[in-house]
């Protein structure tokens, strides 16, 4: 799958983010979007998928149907972990990756009564049961431990056999661990 970005101008409130960019986005397994804040990582992510609109230049590439993990979790609070994950799939599939992500204790569990680890958690399990062609990830493991980290990341490259994942992170060793390949935004901009 491949992702062009041609002449793109976003800018919010008189502040650019993106001038003139023009960047092909090769997507297979994981890719990283790195770089400093403000440097446009998210903007280039709801870019991509359409959440934003250029102010100018065009998009292509871009699949019909995508799974967006935002930053925040944005769980229905009446709604149990089960519950949540199952509006995207089915009550077995969201049981099986609840029980992936360690919240087999917690199907019935309302986010509320979890921490803010677990609910993050409810959220990926969340994105990794709703089937698309592409899987956009916006800081997916904010709030986990090294170890829950390094165990999502596994999840996530088991995922990426069966689709691109793109994720945003400030962290290179997160991408290590994820075997992604790195794109600095930073760096592509400067370069221009």
Known sequence: MTVTFDKVRKTFDGKQVFSDFSYTLSLQGITALMGPSGCGKTTLLRLLCGLESPDSG????????????????????????????????????????????????????????????????????????????????DEPFKGLDADLCREMIALLRQEAQTRPIVFVTHSLQEAELARATVINLHAIQKNM
């Open 58 to 137: 065009t998009i292509s590439g871009v699949p019909e149907t995508y799974t967006f993990l935002f930053q925040e979790n944005r769980l229905l609070p009446w709604a149990s972990a089960l519950e949540n994950v199952a509006l995207v799939s089915d009550a077995e599939t969201a049981k099986n990756i609840l029980c992936k992500v360690g919240l087999a204790e917690d199907l019935q569990a309302l986010p509320s009564t979890l921490s803010g680890g677990m609910q993050r958690r409810v959220a990926l399990a969340r994105a990794l049961a709703h089937k698309s062609p592409l899987l956009l990830l």
